[in-house]
Each structure stands twice: as C-alpha cells, then as structure tokens.
C-alpha cells in the first residue's frame, strides 16, 4: 500500500515570489511520481512525472519538482510565481510494479497555492 | 500529450432519473479507465476501474447497481447514476493511462435536483 502526504493544505505567496509545495510519499515498492494542477471545476492537468532518470524533473508553467529517495519526497518549486499559477496541486504517486496499464494513483490531499497580486 | 475528453460537462437532472457519463480517450487506446468522483475543496476519490472487455472493479463502499460502468470499446468508457439522488451531486472525473502516465478529462458537474 501507498500513501502521499502533502504537509500544506493552503500556500498563500505574493505574485513573482519563489514557492515550494511540499509532498512526502511512503511505498514497499518503487512509484512513479506525479504532480497534477486543477483549475477551478476543471480536470486534472499534469503538470511533471518522475519515472526514471535525472532526479530533477521540469514540467510546464516553469514548475520543476526533485525526487529525493531518502527523504521520499517529491517537492514542487517555482523560482516566481504568477496570478495564474493559483490553483489546487495534487502530488501522486503510482506503484509500477503493478503490470503494463495499470498505474492506478494514489493522490495525496492537494494544496491549495493562492497568489497574491 | 495524451487527450481524455467527457461529456457531458455539466448536467442538471430531477431525482429518479439516471445519467450517463462517457469518456474517451481521443488520440490513443486504452483498455482500462478510473472513475473518480470529488467532494468540494477534497482529494479525488476513486470510485472504480473500468476495464475493456470484463467488469469493472469498484472500490468499496461504491455500489455498483448505482454506478454502472462499461468500457465497451478501447476509447470510450461510461459511467451511469441510476435513480440519481440529491446526494450523488458531485464532480466526476475519469482518467486513462499511456505511457506510464494517468490523463485526466474535464470532468462532469452532475446536480441533482
């Protein structure tokens, strides 16, 4: 069984400031990871994943996020953010022991980052 | 990247009718499907997998006669409130995998009146 658990369920910073969203995951076996962005009464849109590979991940928006395997973490940053960056961010994580298809996510609580003009 | 579209977005329907929820995936195959369903201001919750081909696997706690699923072919999965209640209004969003990666739709405002 997986959890992920995202220490901060509300981030208000001002507008062109830097921000980390915090996400901590547990697993028995290896995970993909994954942040998503939700606009309001919208789906979810990927934002980065982490599957393999270089521990540090770039995403769209200037969102990048790093896998810290000791620490099992997986925080979001953005050296500036902007009145659009305000949204719902959910982190997640899938076991990809599971077989071909599958991936089903296990989705921490989301934060919510509010930017300030 | 990979494309997941439902429809309807939204839908207004009286207590006692059911409604049905279709979602596609548009440029790429997929034989499973998640539902999800989110309370306001809350995680996504999933409800069930849809599997093309078979029945689908619910979560517990989620009765099935109530939401039926079927995936009837590899791009389009349905998902139906029977005798829908003021208490199923929510946002329902389905998800399809490719290339180790969950897509999201828009999702479906279902209020029940």
């Known amino acids: 069984a997986q959890s992920v658990t995202q220490l901060d369920s509300q981030v208000p910073v001002f507008e062109e400031a830097p921000v980390e969203l915090r996400c901590n995951y547990s697993?028995?076996?290896?995970?993909?990871l994954f942040w998503y962005v939700q606009y309001p009464n919208q789906g979810l849109q990927l934002l980065l994943k982490?599957?393999?590979?270089?521990?540090l991940v770039k995403g769209i928006n200037g969102f990048e996020a790093e896998f810290n395997k000791s620490q099992t973490s997986f925080h979001l940053r953005k050296p500036s953010v902007h009145i659009s960056d305000t949204a719902e961010y959910f982190c997640?994580?899938?076991?990809?022991?599971?077989?071909?298809?599958?991936?089903?996510?296990?989705f921490g609580k989301g934060t919510k980052l509010s930017v300030i003009p | 990247g990979a494309v997941v579209s439902q429809h309807p977005s939204w839908v207004i329907c009286k207590s006692g009718t059911s409604v049905k929820i279709e979602c596609r995936s548009l440029?790429?195959?997929?034989?499973?499907m998640f539902w999800y369903r989110q309370f306001p201001k809350q995680s996504l919750m999933l409800m069930a997998t849809?599997?093309?081909?078979?029945?689908?696997?619910?979560e517990q706690g989620v009765e099935k006669d109530k939401f039926l699923i079927n995936h009837a072919s590899l791009t389009l999965s349905t998902l139906t409130v029977t005798s829908a209640h003021p208490e199923d209004s929510s946002f329902y969003i389905c998800s399809a995998p490719s290339a180790s990666t969950q897509y999201f739709g828009p999702g479906t405002r279902l209020t029940v009146l």
């Open positions: 849809s599997n093309e081909g078979s029945k689908a696997t619910y």
């Open positions: 440029d790429f195959q997929a034989t499973t």
């Open positions: 997640a994580v899938s076991d990809h022991s599971s077989g071909a298809g599958s991936y089903q996510l296990t």
């Open positions: 982490y599957l393999s590979g270089s521990t």
């Open positions: 697993s028995s076996v290896s995970v993909y």
